[in-house]
C-alpha cells in the first residue's frame, strides 16, 4: 500500500484532488496536520482541508498535532461525525517551533507524557489511531523506548521516519535503528523517508521484507509518476509524461485561483510547488530561476507553458 506524506502547505486537498484526477497509485493520504484547539467543538474553518466536501478520490486520514486530552477528545469525536473513522496522530514534525512545545517529534523526548495521552484519550475516542513518528528527537533510541507502551495498545499502524527531529530533512536515513524498531514493534509499520526513484525503494524492500506499506512524500512531488513506477502499473513514454504533468499543472493552477484570495498567493504557492517539481525536467533549474522571480500571473502561465512545450522531462 502507498500513502502520500502529509506535507504542510503542499499535499493539501486541493493538491490530493488534483493528483487524483490524472495520477494513480496512492491508495490513502494523511493530511497535513490539524493543530488541537480549545473548545466543545471545532469550527469547520479549521477543518477545511478534511471536510468531506473537499476532498474526492483519495481516502483521507486526519493528522492532528498536539497533546492535551480534552483537545484531542473533541477533535477526534468532531472527526468521526464527518466520517472519519481512522485518525493519525503527529509525532514526528521536526520543526523546532512545534518541537520546544512538546508537540511533533518533540514529544517523543516525554515517554511519561505519551502514554499519559494515550491511556487519557484512546477509552473516549471512537476512531482508530495510527501514529507517525521519527526514531527520536534527541536521539535514535527514543523511539525504542517507546515502542512496548504503543505494543498495548490497539494502533492501526505506526509510521516511522528513520531519522531524529534535530536532523530536520538532512542527514542519512539510520536504517539501523529502523531495523531494531520493527524488530521489536507487534503493529504494521509504514516506512517513510527519501523514497525518490524506484531503485531506493527496490533496496529498502529487499532489506525490509516485511514491510508492506510504504509513504511517498518529497519523492512524489519530485516525480508525480513515482507511485506508477513502483507498483509498475504503466510504462509511459517521456512525451506522454510531459502532456500529462502539463495538463495536471493547469489544472492545479486553475484549482488554486479559485481558492486564493490574490494573484501573489496564488505565484507564490505555484513557485513553491516548483521547487520539486523542477527535479522532472533536464532544465529545471532553468526554469525555475526564471519562474521564481516572475510577479505577474499571466506572464508566469505563457513562460510556463512555453517552456513544457520543448521541455525535455528526466524521470
Not at 480549545?38 to 479549521?46: A, F, L, N
Not at 477509552?123 to 536521539?139: D, H, M, V
Not at 524492500?205 to 519530485?222: E, V
Amino acid at each position: 500500500m502507498l500513502y502520500l506524506a502529509p506535507l504542510q502547505g503542499y499535499t493539501d486537498y486541493i493538491f490530493r484532488n488534483v493528483y487524483n484526477n490524472f495520477f494513480e497509485g496512492i491508495d490513502v493520504a494523511i493530511s497535513p496536520f490539524v493543530t488541537l484547539v480549545e473548545g466543545k467543538h471545532v469550527k469547520r474553518s479549521h477543518l477545511k482541508d478534511v471536510l468531506p466536501e473537499n476532498n474526492s478520490g483519495i481516502k483521507v486520514i486526519p493528522q492532528v498535532l498536539g497533546y492535551l486530552p480534552d483537545q484531542f477528545i473533541v477533535m477526534a469525536n468532531d472527526l468521526y461525525d464527518l466520517g472519519y473513522e481512522s485518525l493519525n496522530w503527529n509525532l514526528g514534525c521536526p520543526v523546532p517551533s512545534i518541537a520546544r512545545k512538546k508537540r511533533g517529534s518533540g514529544m517523543l523526548s516525554h515517554l511519561e507524557l505519551i502514554e499519559k495521552t494515550l491511556n487519557e484519550v484512546l477509552p473516549k475516542i471512537p476512531n482508530k489511531l495510527s501514529i507517525k513518528a521519527r526514531l527520536g528527537y534527541l536521539n535514535n533510541k527514543e523511539l525504542l523506548n517507546i515502542i512496548p507502551i504503543l505494543n498495548s495498545i490497539p494502533l492501526e499502524f505506526l509510521n516511522i521516519h528513520p531519522r531524529i527531529g534535530l536532523q530536520m530533512y538532512e542527514g542519512e536515513l539510520d536504517l539501523e535503528a529502523f531495523c531494531e524498531c520493527i524488530k521489536i514493534s507487534n503493529h504494521k509499520i509504514v516506512f517513510s523517508g527519501d523514497i525518490i526513484d524506484f531503485n531506493f525503494y527496490n533496496e529498502l524492500k529487499s532489506r525490509f521484507p516485511s514491510i508492506k506499506d510504504w509513504m511517498l512524500g518529497r519523492g512524489l512531488l519530485s516525480n508525480l509518476f513515482l507511485p506508477n513506477e513502483i507498483l509498475q502499473k504503466k510504462n509511459y513514454s517521456k512525451t506522454e509524461k510531459l502532456i500529462i504533468f502539463s495538463d495536471f499543472i493547469n489544472a492545479l493552477f486553475e484549482e488554486l485561483k479559485k481558492t486564493k484570495t490574490a494573484d501573489k498567493h496564488v505565484l507564490n504557492k505555484m513557485k513553491e510547488y516548483w521547487v520539486y517539481f523542477k527535479r522532472m525536467f533536464v532544465d529545471g533549474d532553468e526554469i525555475f530561476n526564471t519562474l521564481k522571480y516572475i510577479q505577474d500571473i499571466e506572464r508566469f502561465t505563457d513562460i510556463t507553458n512555453e517552456f513544457l512545450e520543448s521541455a525535455e522531462i528526466r524521470v
